[in-house]
């Protein structure tokens, strides 16, 4: 006998029980059915509330400190707190220097488009070695000298559309904070003093070496070095604080004696002052990373005992046609140098992030001339865009373009970034919707959805800049005929009405015994 024969032996109705066993199975495939189709309905619920999110979970950002890219989220909620090392203010800034700028502010409003708050500090080094060599030059003092090149630096900042961060610093305003962190470092034994300058002892923070990947072996224990900035091959105890020394050099009362801070502390003091002892994004250029920034971490993180910074931006390198810039070699340029020679500063913006800030970019003229040619293809397709008179309503085929063109450019910029893929997407985009608005295949709608996203883009990008809509002259005159005709036809309100609109468009009209004439505003 089998197991299923007893079965039907104890219940005596197989044939009935085999009906309800049937009927179960169509009961459980019902129910199977329903839950089956419930987590689809979840899971599609999921997925359209997971693409209707802001898009912040997709963003990769190379993180120099791990050495790979990795998915950019903020430590808490939803602010974005950087850091970003800025000028030294001697001189003015070169096109190196602004690459590195430009990069921080691409990211800084890529962030803000996200719908990230940003919390952006970027410091002004007012004392250090090349300073103090060009203020005691110059005659003026340490204020009035640096206050000139800040200045300046601003100015080259408004030219090429770089947004200010929410406070810039002053490293001479921030001695007690330095003092503090070089009284916490003492505290837990990192430093010692030399001939009246203050140390950090690098082999009594086990991390050191962890962003630049130096291996420490085979430095001379308790070597120092002076100066601000040196090799990998130099690394050394480096200074703290700086006994005064020449005549005339600026100097501050300390615990540790007279005398004024090493350049990598004054980041380590502001950025912690704004943006607490650890935060999201550190960005600078790649020659900080040793030993600005690998001196930043044992100083922030000897003093705390915390993770200093989570993701370590850095901005590669500019070359000059084809090599290094230097001044002797004549291919040196500042900002203010090439907007004379009658380059726009759009176009430098645009040349500075057309490439991505994680490879070198050559910087050269006729790529100047380039990047000319396609800010004004952009532009004259905007005002095609804005000027198109098409059919009403939206056309389906437009409305994938545009989903397809926010696609491509969120794509390439969630992909660390790399500006030159997202304007691929955008010229595409142009391409195409050149020809829809060719075949007359272009409605009302789909124009002010173009000009909306290519705004939302140029958040980003900030080169297009704003353009008023411009009434055409044939547009301007057929709203005259109509206002005539009104008059003609006693229908004032309507004519009131007519010269009101033109008004608000900037045309102003004068009645005139020769008829109406009409200039803009
Ligand atoms: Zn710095």
């Known amino acids: 006998m089998t197991v299923i024969d007893r079965g039907a032996a104890k219940y005596g109705r197989p044939y009935k029980s085999m009906v309800k066993l049937k009927q179960r199975d169509e009961k459980d495939a019902f129910v199977d059915n329903v839950i089956q189709r419930s987590l689809r309905f979840a899971f599609d619920l999921k ?67 996200l719908g990230y708050q940003v919390q952006h ?32 630096f601003l100015k080259d900042c408004d030219a090429l559309n770089i947004q200010r961060p ?68 130099d690394a050394r105890d480096f200074v703290l604080w700086k006994a005064a020394k020449e005549e005339g050099e600026p100097r501050w009362p300390s615990p540790f004696g007279e005398g004024r801070p090493g350049w990598h502390l004054e980041c380590s003091a502001m950025s912690m002052e704004y943006l607490g002892e650890s935060f999201d994004i550190h960005c600078g250029g790649v020659d900080l990373i040793f030993p600005h920034h690998e001196n930043e971490i044992a100083q922030s993180e000897g003093a705390t005992g915390k993770p200093f910074v989570r993701f370590w931006v850095h901005t590669e390198f500019l070359l000059v046609e084809g090599v290094k810039m230097a001044k002797k070699k004549g291919n040196y340029y500042t900002v203010r ?49 804005a000027g198109f008179e098409g059919a009403t309503g939206s056309q389906p085929r437009v409305r994938e373009l545009i989903a397809r063109a926010r696609e491509g450019f969120e794509a ?7 500006t030159s893929k997202a304007l691929a997407a955008v010229f ?42 411009q009434m055409l002259d044939p547009e301007i005159e057929s709203k005259i005929e109509e206002r005539n005709a009104a008059r003609r036809n006693r229908d004032f309100d309507l004519a009131d009405g007519i010269r009101k609109e033109l008004a608000e468009r900037g045309i102003i009209l004068e009645d005139t015994p020769q008829g109406t004439k009409w200039k803009r505003k």
Request: glycine share 10%.
């Open 337 to 385: 140098q090439l907007i004379e020679k009658g380059h726009s500063p759009a176009a430098i913006r645009y040349l500075l992030l057309s490439v991505p800030y994680s490879t070198q970019l050559n910087f050269m003229l006729d790529g100047l001339r380039g990047a000319e040619t396609a800010l004004e293809g952009l532009r004259n397709f905007r005002r095609r865009v």
């Open 412 to 418: 390439g910029m969630n992909g660390d970034l790399n």
């Open 166 to 233: 929410e406070i810039m610093p002053y490293a001479t305003k921030h001695l007690p904070q330095m003092i503090e962190i070089m009284r916490r470092l003492t505290d837990g034994g990192h430093t010692y003093q030399s001939d009246g300058s203050l140390y950090f002892s690098i082999s009594s923070f086990p991390g050191y070496g962890k962003l630049s990947g130096l291996k420490l072996e085979g430095n001379l224990a308790g070597a120092r070095v002076d100066v601000d900035e040196y090799e990998k091959a």
């Open 428 to 469: 595409e985009f142009r391409r195409d919707v050149n020809t829809a608005m060719d075949a007359g295949e272009f409605g009302a709608v789909d124009r002010a959805a173009v000009l909306d996203l290519l705004a939302g883009i140029d958040s980003v990008l900030g080169v297009l800049g704003e353009e008023k809509e």
């Open 121 to 152: 500090i970027m410091n002004i080094t007012d004392i250090e070695d090349k300073i103090i060599r060009g203020m005691l030059a110059s005659g003026k003092s340490l204020e009035e000298f640096t206050e000139f090149y800040t200045q300046e």
């Open 47 to 113: 997925l359209i509330l997971l693409t209707q999110e802001p898009h912040v979970a997709m963003l990769k950002l190379r993180n120099t400190l791990t050495r790979t890219q990795e998915e950019f989220k903020p430590l808490e909620g939803n602010t974005v707190r950087m850091y970003a090392c800025g000028p030294t203010v001697y001189d003015y800034g070169h096109i190196g220097n602004f690459r590195t700028f430009v990069s921080v502010d691409v990211l800084r409003r890529y962030l803000k488009y």
